[in-house]
């Protein structure tokens, strides 16, 4: 089992800036890939962004250059700096987890809201 707490939202004015963590639980040694997704009111949750165990990153396009996703192996925790914040980024952000080979499992934290005002 793998255990994920978000914190770090909140209200913030656009062009201003928020980090994000996930803190991990139980079994870290065993997660392979860590991604945070949003899901704004009425919208399909989508992915924003992905680090793998070996540090690759990646991101949606809406993100690019303002967002950055990283993760403390020492401290079990995911980040997700997001700076430039816009309108459009408010939605609730959860932390996903997936466990490698040979048990291939699904972790989601509870969420944390990030509102933008214009």
């Known amino acids: 089992q793998v255990h994920l707490v978000e914190s770090g939202g909140g209200l913030v004015q656009a062009g201003g800036s928020l980090r994000l963590s996930c803190a991990a639980s139980?079994?870290?040694?065993?997660?392979?890939?860590m991604r945070w997704y949003r899901q704004a009111p009425g919208k399909l949750r989508e992915l924003v962004a992905v680090?793998?165990?070996?540090?690759?990153?990646n991101y949606i396009d809406s993100v690019k250059g303002r967002f950055t996703i990283s993760r403390d192996n020492a401290k079990n925790t995911l980040y997700l700096q997001m700076n430039s914040l816009k309108p459009e980024d408010t939605a609730v952000y959860y932390c996903?987890?997936?466990?490698?080979?040979?048990?291939?499992?699904?972790?989601w934290g509870q969420g944390t809201q990030v509102t933008v005002s214009s």
């Open positions: 680090i793998t165990s070996g540090g690759s990153t």
């Open positions: 139980g079994r870290i040694s065993s997660i392979n890939v």
């Open positions: 996903y987890a997936q466990t490698g080979r040979p048990f291939v499992e699904d972790y």
